[in-house]
Structure formats: C-alpha cells, structure tokens
C-alpha cells in the first residue's frame, strides 16, 4: 500500500469481494432466493435491463465487473472523505459502521430508485436489516480500516 492508487484499489478489491460472496452465501445458499448468476444479472440489468436475464454468463460477468466499479468508487470516495472529515480519523470501526449506512442509504434511496424507477416498498424487517448489515460489515468497515491503515503509514 505504497500509492494511494494501490490503497484504494486493495479496499474496492476486497469490500468487493466480501459484498458479492456475502451477496451470494445469503441470498443464494441460505436464504436460496435465487442463483448467484441472477444476482449479477439483476446488476448489469442496472444497464442493461432484461435483456441482462437472458444473456447468460456473459451478463453475470458485465454484472460482476459493474459491482467490483461501484465498489471502487465507494472505496475511492472514502479515500477522499478521510482526510477532509477529522471524525473519521477518530474510530476505524465506528466510521465503518457509518459508512457501510452511508453506501446503503446512496444504493437503496438514490441509485436503484434512479435505474429502477418501480421497486418493491421497503418494510424495516429481518431482509432490510441484513442488506444494511452486509453493506457495513463488507464495505464499510474494511474500506475504513484500509484508509486508516494507509493514511497512518503516510502521517
């Protein structure tokens, strides 16, 4: 974690990768809602619409890349945040759980709302508690602690 490039990119790699496993080990696996293709299809339909269900693997990979860019970006704009905003320097864990709100709050009320502009109504229960758990476990709290790791090495 030399470059601030590398820093970011580790943080979007693995707050990607926990997001999409987590993604799929629950609702695939346990909760077995769907498949994990599906999953990345209903992502790349951000794009594509649904036209992405029937193009196959070559969606779930369009779908799977579009994940790891929104990941990236979270990852990237934390990145940015941390030095302007003293409180996130203050407690990596707590600043994690923060942010994995924050990344829920843009996903769920802003950007699905914008791509799909008719989506189920949101209820407070066990399936919305979750998505917001996964979003702070998976990307918050390693986004955090990576910036914080690199920030410290470069004070």
């Known amino acids: ?3 601030k490039g590398g820093a970011v990119f580790l943080s979007g790699l693995i707050a990607g990768t926990l997001d999409i496993v987590a993604a799929i080990t629950v609702y695939s ?9 599906k999953i990345l299809q209903s992502i790349a339909s951000g794009i594509f619409k649904k036209e992405a ?9 369009i779908g799977l890349l579009l994940h790891y860019f929104i990941a990236f970006t979270f990852a990237w704009f934390y990145f940015i ?3 302007r905003l003293s409180f996130l320097k203050k407690n990596a864990l707590l600043s994690g759980i923060v942010y994995g709100i924050f990344v829920w709050i843009i ?22 508690m979750l998505s917001i758990l996964i979003l702070i476990v998976c990307i918050g709290i390693p986004i955090s602690f990576i910036t914080k790791k690199y ?3 470069k004070e």
């Open 107 to 128: 996903m769920n009320l802003i950007v699905l709302p914008i791509v799909f502009p008719v989506l189920p109504e949101k209820h407070f229960d066990f399936p919305l």
């Open 29 to 37: 696996i346990i909760l077995n809602k769907t498949t994990g293709i």
């Open 1 to 3: 974690m030399k470059s």
């Open 81 to 83: 945040l941390y030095p």
């Open 151 to 153: 920030y410290s090495i």
């Open 53 to 61: 269900y029937t193009g196959g693997s070559s969606m779930a990979l």
